[in-house]
């Protein structure tokens, strides 16, 4: 399955997404953990708190003792109005602060029968508040702390900016055989209930803005990171794989020249390397092509057997070149020669022609298809007017004979088993070679196969029958003057 | 390009193997894997000799208006007494368990069960102990077992060490090892 998008947005999404699963969760998990166990470490002080006070008031309450407890309990009033956000209370069973009435006193002097303690001539009656008289009722009921969170069940997360967080820690006092059942009586298990009330909405608070904050930072190392890291991959995997797409692209227009530019020694590197290599290859066979026919290659690249064909033949022939190149010098002859060559290969290759072979100053090329004989004529056609029409000192005067012929051939890889053409001969083979032969200077002799198959469009010279060589009977052939408007043509130059 | 490809499915496997691993490891360190305690209040209790011959049949704090009648075991029968500094100290051998029958009224019908049971069981090494007791509190409709690791038992049972108004009332200030009712052959 092919994946759309580019490298780049793919990465950053992976990046992002790895940062954000993997650190953001190690955070969140981090975060959490602190705010649960700073909460944890509240509640441990309040309980602490709890159990000393605890053994306070059991120290303090000894028989007839009372008086101490109550001066304890105002020394904590006094703590409670030096920090509004710690308030310290005991409370009766029946839920009434202790000391703020008359009826322990009253109980107390009733069971000893006598007056142990007076009455206060003013007090106020205080009791638990309303909304925490079930909590208050279920820790004296069961005789254990309870400590309980308000906003019940709020959290760093949902705790809103304004709300207040309390903890409240409720802890029973035993009714100890002795030490209180002597004043206060054995028909009870809880004489009285201290309550700690603590507020730490500054403690979520602080939690909360250093969770922002850590929050922040992490945004912050996310982008700062994902950006290094986009910045490395783009200069380091990025762009080389851009630049050697690049470098594909221009060797697949069919420029050889450009190499990627190798700057390191990794993976990237390497297929540089590669690539380079292939390139240099890739030029190599491209250059040796011109020197094999596209038949050949396509032969090569089918592995192709030998078969028969319907093929149109061309033969081109420069008249009179052995006495040409007999006064003329080497290289000279070759460059006029590779001039001649390279026009005719030219318009064969833009006609649709094959080019088979060269033999010396001769053309062989082959034209297939329904309309071959017509493309035979057409080019034959076009290389005359090119050579006729040239300049004198572009071909020297050179001039050629072509001979076309239209049949059935043989068509297959010819030769031994270190060097082969794919190639054709056979009868009609000869035969078109042969017209090339009879062939003056300038024209272009066709067989009747060929004009058999394109009269419609060529104008010719009325059928003429010549010998050639390997033929005992005559042959009929015409002369080609040109093509039929319809065809596009324009006749000879 | 089958073998190429196959290395991210190999990559991811081997990510969420070591993924798996570390949740494994975390899971181990957070100790999700606790188990429920074996019973600690052994059934058979009956036949066990009584720490006292007085009937608790008087209100208290902790019990109130509850009969109470108390077993120890063979092994706190074992109890041991020292003088040190000129007071008495008694020690109960680890692996003591002393039960407590707690009946609905203070004056049962014959045959009537016990409500619960409140036991304490000699561990001076369990970090649930409180004077070296594990204290416990079963329901013997639910047979829950809940240890009292507060001072519910444990601040009560420590006025036996100094005189209190139980018993003999320890007028001594006897350390009797948070025993009301000391076992005495």
């Known amino acids: 399955m092919q994946q759309s998008g580019s490298i780049t947005r793919r990465i950053n999404i992976i990046l992002i997404l790895s940062l954000t699963v993997g650190i953001g969760m190690t955070i969140a998990y981090y975060a959490g953990t602190q705010y649960r166990d700073l909460l944890v470490s509240t509640q441990d002080n309040l309980d602490q708190q709890s159990a000393i006070l605890y053994q306070s008031i059991k120290n303090a309450m000894l028989p007839g003792q009372a008086s101490v407890a109550v001066e304890l309990f105002d020394d904590i009033g006094s703590v409670r109005q030096n920090r509004q956000s710690f308030e310290i209370s005991l409370y009766r069973a029946n839920g009434t602060e202790a000391f703020s009435d008359n009826a322990t006193i009253q109980e107390v002097n009733t069971r000893r029968g006598d007056r142990m303690f007076e009455p206060r001539e003013e007090f106020t009656v205080r009791q638990i508040p309303i909304d925490e008289r079930e909590t208050f009722g279920r820790s004296v009921a069961r005789r254990q702390k309870i400590l309980i969170r308000e906003p019940d069940g709020s959290s760093l997360f949902l705790t809103l900016a304004g709300d207040r967080s309390y903890f409240t820690l409720y802890n029973p006092l035993i009714n100890l055989p002795g030490l209180c059942t002597r004043c206060h009586g054995s028909d009870h298990t809880v004489r009285g209930l201290i309550r700690i009330r603590s507020d730490i909405t500054a403690t979520v608070d602080k939690q909360r803005r250093n969770l922002l904050f850590s929050s922040l930072l992490f945004v912050g190392i996310v982008v700062v990171l994902t950006l290094v890291l986009t910045l490395f991959i783009h200069g380091h995997v990025i762009n080389p794989v851009k630049h050697i797409r690049d470098v594909c692209a221009l060797v697949t227009g069919g420029d050889f020249t450009p190499r990627v530019m190798v700057h390191s020694r990794d993976e990237i590197g390497v297929l540089g390397d590669t690539v380079n290599t292939m390139v240099e290859g890739l030029h190599e066979r491209f250059e040796l092509s011109k020197y094999v026919s596209a038949s050949t290659i396509e032969s090569l690249r089918n592995s192709e057997a030998g078969t028969n064909a319907l093929i149109t033949v061309f033969f081109s022939d420069i008249r009179g070149f052995t006495a040409y190149s007999e006064r003329r010098e080497a290289d000279e002859v070759v460059d006029r020669l590779n001039r001649v060559l390279n026009a005719q290969t030219e318009i064969i290759h833009r006609e649709g022609g094959d080019v088979d072979k060269y033999v010396g100053d001769e053309v062989v090329a082959m034209f297939t298809g329904d309309d071959q004989a017509l493309k035979a004529c057409r080019c034959a056609l076009a290389i005359q007017r090119e050579m006729e029409g040239a300049e004198p000192e572009r071909f020297d005067g050179l001039r050629v004979g072509i001979g076309v012929n239209t049949g059935s051939v043989i068509l297959g890889m010819i030769g031994s088993e270190r060097r082969a053409d794919y190639t054709v001969t056979g009868d009609h083979v000869n035969l078109g070679s042969r017209l090339c032969s009879v062939a003056k200077a300038g024209q272009i002799v066709i067989s009747e196969h060929t004009y058999a198959r394109a009269q419609d469009h060529l104008r010719v010279s009325r059928p003429y029958r010549v010998s050639v060589k390997g033929k005992t009977a005559q042959q009929r052939v015409y002369l080609l003057a040109g093509l039929e408007p319809a065809a596009g043509g324009e006749g000879r130059a | ?185």
């Not at chain 2, 707690?102 to 045959?111: H, I, Q, V």
């Not at chain 2, 649930?128 to 829950?144: F, P, Q, Y």
């Not at chain 2, 209190?164 to 005495?184: A, S, T």
């Open chain 2, 1 to 185: 390009m089958t073998a190429i490809a196959s290395r991210p499915r190999r990559a991811a496997g081997g990510a969420l193997l070591a993924l798996g691993v570390v949740i494994g490891g975390l899971a181990a360190l957070t100790g999700c894997g606790d188990r429920e305690p074996k019973s600690m209040v052994p059934e058979e209790y009956r036949s066990w000799e009584s720490t006292t011959d007085v009937e608790l049949d008087y209100p208290i704090p902790g019990h109130e208006q509850n009969l109470r009648r108390t077993y120890i075991n063979e092994r706190g029968t074992e109890v041991e007494t020292e003088a040190r500094a000129g007071r008495v100290y008694w020690s109960y051998p680890e692996g003591t368990v002393i039960i407590k029958d707690n009946y609905a009224s203070l004056d049962p019908a014959p045959g009537e069960a016990p409500m619960n049971q409140t036991v304490m069981v000699k561990r001076p090494d369990d970090p649930r102990s409180r004077g070296g007791w594990i204290w416990i509190v079963k329901d013997l409709k639910s047979r829950e077992e809940r240890i009292i690791d507060y001072e519910f038992c444990f601040d009560c049972h420590a006025v036996a060490n100094e005189s209190h108004p139980f018993g003999d009332e320890n007028l001594d200030e006897e350390y009797r090892d948070y025993v009301f009712f000391p076992y005495r052959k």
